[in-house]
């Protein structure tokens, strides 16, 4: 089995509960150089995957904690998830066959230096929350609401360049703080009327929800709500963010938007800090909710648009899809990937250079045990 495109080892500090390591190289641009944050720490991603080498074979995950760097839990989660695929890999089947047809890349700690200066035990402190710069960086991703701008900060940038270069069809935050499941939008836009809470509501809305439950339920915890975080509780274990609360240039609402990834955030943990005899716990309430989620990245369409003479990729199509008021694209390889409910769809597609095309296709209601992608190479005939 590929595993890891990052290196880490750690030891059984206060800070980090497991021992082992794995080596490869850290997040990295085009240029494969070595990505740090304000400081100077390592942003470390792994790849575990033991599908083939083509990384658009299959779906890509992206999977990411400490962006507030005091909320520990989500870290520690992260961690043991990587050493629960490795170690399950010819044990469990769900996870071989996860790892036989999905890409999951996991960022334990987007904010090293935040987390440098937390202090265990504060649950509900500020300390370590935001980046060397004293900003917040969940609230630092471009919104795409005209005249808001910020200074990207360069974990930001990181983060962008990794979602610009691989094409994630589902991607996970892990909080701390609450007990929920929270998708998009967490913002919402004011009008001269005032703020319009419908405009919090994404076209994929009914995906966005099923997605929330898959995880929700599989958390006993978070889904019977019997713990309560400041009296909050969520029906089901699950919110839209901005029923909850409201902001802009959430890490979520972006990748959704920029990318049509379908990504979702969970609180895990009242505590944000919690003591270290805590964090084996949090990690079982949560590990069957990580395999479940990642599984739904295997439900859906996967369409490869491709010249009808030449078969070379047609990138950078427009995509609509019948019921979903978004339109997305075609990455560099000619590729679109969408998690879709059971159900016919009707697709349009256009190119510069090429003549609109269409297709219908039908998702299917699998009765196995494991989702299955509808795959379509559609041929585009040049104008």
Same mark, same amino acid.
């Given at each position: ?49 033991? +599908? ?20 520990? &839990? ?22 071989? !066959? ?16 935040? !987390?440098?200066?937390?202090? &265990? ?22 919104? *795409? ?14 983060? $962008?360049?990794?979602? %610009? ?32 809470? %419908? ?12 997605? +929330? ?27 839209? @963010?901005?029923? !909850?609360?409201?902001?802009? @240039? ?12 379908? +990504? ?18 949090? !990690?079982?309430?949560? $590990? ?15 369409? %490869? ?29 000619? $590729? ?24 219908? *296709? ?22």
């Amino acid at each position: 089995m590929n595993s890891t495109q990052a290196c880490f080892s750690c030891t059984n500090s206060r800070k980090d509960i497991i021992k082992w390591s794995v080596s490869c190289e850290t997040l990295a641009t085009k240029s494969r150089s070595r990505i740090f944050s304000l400081e100077g720490r390592d942003l470390l991603l792994f790849e575990i995957t033991a +599908a083939k080498d083509y990384v658009e074979d299959v779906p890509n995950i992206l999977l990411t904690g400490n962006i507030h760097g005091n909320e520990v &839990p989500g870290r520690e989660v992260l961690l043991h998830f990587i050493e629960h695929l490795i170690e399950n890999y010819n044990k469990n089947d769900r996870i071989r !066959w996860l790892l036989d047809n999905t890409r999951i890349h996991i960022l334990p700690c987007m904010n090293p230096d935040g !987390w440098a200066i937390a202090k &265990p035990g504060d649950c509900s402190g500020v300390i370590g929350r935001y980046n060397a710069k004293k900003l917040d960086l969940n609230r630092n991703f471009p919104d *795409f609401i005209p005249g808001n701008k910020r200074v990207e900060q360069v974990e930001t940038s990181a983060l $962008r360049k990794l979602m %610009q270069n691989i094409s994630f069809v589902l991607a996970g935050d892990m909080h701390a703080g609450a007990i929920v499941t929270i998708y998009p939008f967490h913002r919402i836009t004011k009008s001269k009327y005032g703020y319009e809470m %419908q405009s919090s509501v994404t076209p994929d809305d009914n995906i966005f929800k099923y997605l +929330a439950n898959i995880y929700s339920r599989n958390n006993e915890i978070m889904f019977q709500q019997n713990t309560f975080c400041d009296n909050e509780t969520f029906s089901g274990g699950i919110t839209r @963010g901005a029923a !909850w609360y409201y902001f802009l @240039g959430g890490m979520q609402d972006y990748s959704y938007m920029a990318h049509g990834t379908m +990504a979702l955030t969970f609180e895990i943990s009242c505590c944000k800090y919690p003591p270290e005899e805590n964090l084996i716990s949090i !990690w079982e309430q949560n $590990r069957n909710s990580l395999v479940m989620f990642c599984s739904e990245a295997n439900r859906g369409v996967n369409v %490869q648009f491709k010249d009808s003479k030449t078969d070379a990729a047609v990138p950078d199509a427009n995509i609509t899809v019948l019921g979903i008021d978004k339109v997305f694209h075609s990455n560099k390889d000619g $590729r679109f990937w969408k998690i879709l409910l059971p159900g016919k769809y009707y697709l349009k597609v256009e190119a510069s250079g090429y003549e609109t095309a269409e297709s219908t *296709f039908e998702v299917q209601n699998e009765s196995e045990e494991f989702p299955k992608l509808t795959r379509l190479e559609i041929k585009m005939n040049r104008t």
